[in-house]
């Protein structure tokens, strides 16, 4: 399975529309700084990026599908491996990897070794352990799988930019919404 | 290298986040202006290791026409003309950032400078970074034609 999901991500970000990492990794920046100016609580701002990245998400998973072709996961294993391998490697232009699956199979970790955000970023030590610098990515994560109906939960385990390691996201599978018509939709 | 697709689902959330978190317009574009200022600053730094240090004024015009706006937008400006006493007109006459913007004919507010303000910031960033001071102003025309105008000031 994994060569599969390998070789699609590859074949999808050759297809698809590049620019250099540079602006948008400077741009990220300077929006992070722009949101620590705005809210003096380091807490809000982690939460404000993730927001922002929920509603990236919502709007591009019909871009991840359309372009991708990938079509219903079996179970969330499969999906795990999709994020990691298309998902992350179509937008971002590298791939991911997952590990530490619980008994359930509902949470893993994903582990993100080369994340382009990050580029040329230094986290002053009064933010470390406290900023989630990238949390963006949790949001667009929890935004992309609502819209196929799963309700996740993503927070950051490990980031780079604190604890001089790999960036690490826990995701956490807490239902899988139902395909039924929203109550009161016509 | 990111896909493009990535970068313009950000930067709309971005700009909705300014507009939003700004009192009115004007304090809306001034921070997309300082924002696309620190940007193209640092942009330039990375992109102009084999530039000489101080162009002249010509070139890092040029510079930006060409360089910084295909590492940006994957083209070049489209028209450059200059009256040589330090006014600049740059035309795009196919700016990313207004292709996927749906136009609805109804709408009350047609506006969609924001979108625009943070590259004239770019621009004006990376002439600082050149030692050029300059204002930097843009007008919008036809469906995305972007012309920029940048004044030197002495």
Partial sequence: MNKKYDKLGTDVFNKVEKISSELFTLTYGALVTQLIKDYEDIEQVNIKLEQMGYNIGIRLIEEFLAKSGIGRCQDFIETAEVIAKVGFKMFLGVTAHISDWDSDKKEFHLIIEDNPLIDFVELPDHYKHKLYYSNILCGVIRGALEMVQMKVKCTFVKCALSDESTSEIKVVLEEVLSDLIPVGYD | ?154
């Avoid at chain 2, 990535?6 to 004007?26: A, G, H, L, R, V």
């Avoid at chain 2, 510079?63 to 400006?77: D, L, R, Y």
């Avoid at chain 2, 006459?93 to 943070?118: G, I």
Wanted: charge should be positive.
């Fill in chain 2, 1 to 154: 290298l990111i896909s493009s697709s990535c970068f313009e689902f950000f930067y709309i959330e971005m700009i909705d986040y300014i507009m939003k978190s700004s009192s009115d317009k004007t304090q809306a574009h001034k921070k997309l202006d300082k924002l696309g200022y620190k940007v193209g600053h640092r942009l330039v730094e990375r992109l102009s290791n084999e530039t000489p240090l101080f162009p002249e004024l010509l070139d890092a015009v040029k510079f930006i026409c060409k360089v910084f706006w295909t590492n940006i937008f994957k083209k070049t400006i489209d028209g450059l003309k200059t009256n040589h006493k330090g006014v600049f007109v740059l035309t795009d006459s196919k700016f990313q950032w207004l292709q996927h913007l749906s136009f609805d004919a109804t709408a009350n507010n047609k506006d969609c400078s924001e979108y625009v303000q943070f590259a004239a910031g770019l621009i004006k960033g990376a002439m600082s970074n050149f030692g050029f001071k300059c204002i930097v102003s843009f007008d919008i025309q036809q469906v995305s034609t972007c012309v920029f105008t940048i004044k030197i000031e002495s």
